[in-house]
Nanobody
Framework: VQLQASGGGLVRPGGSLRLSCLASGGIFRVNFMGWFRQAPGKQRELVAG???????NYADSVNARFTVSRDIAKNAVYLQMSSLEPEDTAVYYCKADLSTETDPFYLQTVWGQGTQVTVSS
């Protein structure tokens, strides 16, 4: 099982980026999916999460600027980021709570490899 994140890059303040994360590899069911970020010298923090039922939650610092969504059929989660600020600069990680075909009743947490987002003029 792996999560593959993509879409990071360099963007100017006020710009937008869209991150994508696809889970693959013998997946039975994906429950929670979300995005976390870690800036240099800081702890990893939740940015946005979405349940299988579509309930979302956001960090106060990104509310109204970021939108999380998912495609259950594709085992994918997306993060649309707008009005980006230098403070949004970090490595962004996707996370999924899922079970596999080999053990469908065991829920495990899987992390993606991270994608760098840099907001700078």
């Amino acid at each position: 099982v792996q999560l593959q994140a993509s879409g990071g890059g360099l963007v100017r303040p006020g710009g937008s980026l869209r991150l994508s994360c696809l889970a693959s590899g013998g997946i039975f069911r994906v429950n929670f999916m979300g995005w976390f970020r870690q800036a240099p010298g800081k702890q990893r923090e939740l940015v946005a999460g979405i349940s299988r039922d579509g309930f979302t939650n956001y960090a106060d610092s990104v509310n109204a600027r970021f939108t999380v969504s998912r495609d259950i059929a594709k085992n994918a989660v997306y993060l649309q980021m707008s009005s980006l600020e230098p403070e949004d600069t970090a490595v962004y990680y996707c996370k999924a709570d899922l079970s596999t075909e080999t053990d469908p009743f065991y829920l495990q947490t899987v992390w993606g490899q991270g994608t760098q987002v840099t907001v700078s003029s």
